[in-house]
């Protein structure tokens, strides 16, 4: 009697594979979205509060004033160094701060904003309404 040959995986099997992976990626994707989502706003949380510490270390050094110009954090590398970027979610990418006399929580240009004059001197914003993950706004960081 002939032996037959050894065949290899059939269509059907392969398809299955497929379907089965297609799946478990269907699963995945939507969980590492969010995971990404969570640690890009997670850097832009950090970013503010090491500007706001250098805000601190300014306003401390220079007896009791704050910086005039959010370029004047630049003007040494004591304070501030490299970029601040902004990743809200919404709004596109960015690294441009404003400098404003007056805060306005209701504004959303998607721009970091530094409190350059009036009552809220010296304060540091992020001029956006959405709302991070957990839905906090992100004007109220």
């Known amino acids: 009697m002939a032996r ?3 065949r290899g995986f059939t269509l059907i099997e392969l398809m299955i594979v497929v379907a089965i992976i297609a799946v478990l990626a269907l699963i995945a994707l939507p969980r590492f979205s969010s995971m990404i989502r969570k640690a890009n706003e997670a850097g832009t949380k950090g970013h503010l509060g090491s500007t706001r510490g250098a805000i601190r270390l300014y ?3 220079n007896e009791q004033v704050f910086p005039p110009t959010f370029e004047s954090l630049r003007v ?4 501030l160094t490299g970029s601040v970027i902004l990743f809200t979610g919404v709004h596109p990418v960015s690294e441009t701060v404003d400098d404003v006399a007056a805060f306005n929580a209701a504004s959303d240009v998607g721009h970091w ?29």
């Open 76 to 79: 040494s590398s004591k304070y």
């Open 4 to 6: 037959r040959a050894d």
């Open 59 to 61: 306003y401390m050094d």
């Open 113 to 141: 904003a530094y409190v350059s004059a009036g009552h809220d001197i010296g304060y540091f914003w992020i001029q956006c309404t959405h709302t991070d993950s957990s839905g906090t706004p992100w004007s109220q960081y």
